[in-house]
C-alpha cells in the first residue's frame, strides 16, 4: 500500500476552477492505477476519473467528461485533478486512491487518501 495525501480544495463559485493533487509515499507509485473519487452528504461513494501507470489511458465519469482532467507525474510521486466549469452539484469530499486495475468500483482501489472537501457555490 502506499499512503496518500490530498490537497487543494476549497471553495469556488459556480463556473470556476479548482486543481486538486495527491502525493503518494514509496518507490511503488507508477505501479499503481490512480483514481479520484467523491462523496457528497448522505450520497455513496463515487468514481470521478482514473489514469492507467503510465499515464497513457484515463477513465472519466459521464458527469465529469470533458470538464475534470487527472493527470500524473511519476517522478514526482504525484497525481492531479483539474476541475474546470464546476457546478455546484460536484461539491463533495474528493478522495485520491490508489489501486491494481483501471476500474470504477471503490473496491478495486486499496489505498485511500484523507479527503479534501470541494464546495461549489451557486
Known amino acids: 500500500q502506499v499512503q496518500l495525501v490530498e490537497s487543494g480544495g476549497g471553495l469556488v463559485q459556480a463556473g470556476g476552477s479548482l486543481r486538486l493533487s495527491c502525493v503518494a509515499s514509496?518507490?511503488?507509485?507508477?505501479?499503481?492505477?490512480m483514481g479520484w473519487f467523491r462523496q457528497a452528504p448522505g450520497k455513496e461513494r463515487e468514481f470521478v476519473a482514473a489514469?492507467?501507470?503510465?499515464?497513457?489511458?484515463?477513465h472519466y465519469s459521464d458527469s465529469v467528461k470533458g470538464r475534470f482532467t487527472i493527470a500524473r507525474d511519476n517522478a514526482k510521486n504525484t497525481v492531479t485533478l483539474q476541475m474546470n466549469s464546476l457546478k455546484p452539484e460536484d461539491t463533495a469530499g474528493y478522495y485520491c486512491?490508489?489501486?491494481?486495475?483501471?476500474?470504477?468500483?471503490?473496491?478495486?482501489?486499496?489505498?485511500w487518501g484523507q479527503g479534501t472537501q470541494v464546495t461549489v457555490s451557486s
Open positions: 486512491a490508489a489501486g491494481r486495475t483501471m476500474a470504477v468500483s471503490s473496491a478495486a482501489f486499496d489505498s
Open positions: 489514469i492507467s501507470r503510465f499515464g497513457v489511458t484515463t
Open positions: 514509496g518507490r511503488t507509485f507508477s505501479s499503481h492505477v
